[in-house]
C-alpha cells in the first residue's frame, strides 16, 4: 500500500492523478496548486494552461479526427477548436504540400 493511503480508513480509490488526502477528487483549485508545485520543483517554466495548449497543439498535429480534438480539448463546437488552433493546421498542410511537390518532382 502507498504510504499516503496507509492508516486512512477514509481513502477512496479514484484512480485521480491529483487526489485530495482521501482519494476524492480535487477541485479546479487544488489541481492548479498540484500542478504550480509541480513545475516549482521541477523548474519548468508554464502553467497547466500553457500544459493544455501543447497538448491540444500535438493531438491537432498527429490525430486526424478535428471533431475528436476538438471534444477531448472540452470545446463545445470544432469551431472554436478551428479558431484557436487552426494556424497548426495550416502549417501541416504547408510541409505536406511540400513533401508532395518533392515526391511529384523526383517521379516525373
Not at 43 to 71: A, D, E, M, Y
Not at 93 to 104: C, F, Q, R, V
Amino acid at each position: 500500500m502507498d504510504s499516503y493511503r496507509e492508516g486512512r480508513s477514509d481513502w477512496e480509490e479514484n484512480d485521480l492523478i491529483f487526489p485530495t488526502k482521501n482519494g476524492t477528487p480535487a477541485d479546479g483549485k487544488t489541481k492548479a496548486q498540484g500542478m504550480r508545485l509541480l513545475f516549482d520543483r521541477t523548474r519548468i517554466k508554464g502553467s497547466f494552461h500553457t500544459l493544455r495548449h501543447s497538448c491540444i497543439t500535438n493531438w491537432l498535429q498527429s490525430v486526424p479526427n478535428i471533431k475528436l480534438v476538438s471534444t477531448l480539448a472540452g470545446h463545445s463546437t470544432v469551431g472554436i477548436t478551428l479558431d484557436r488552433y487552426g494556424h497548426v493546421l495550416e502549417e501541416n498542410a504547408i510541409s505536406e504540400m511540400d513533401n508532395l511537390y518533392a515526391t511529384m518532382r523526383s517521379t516525373s
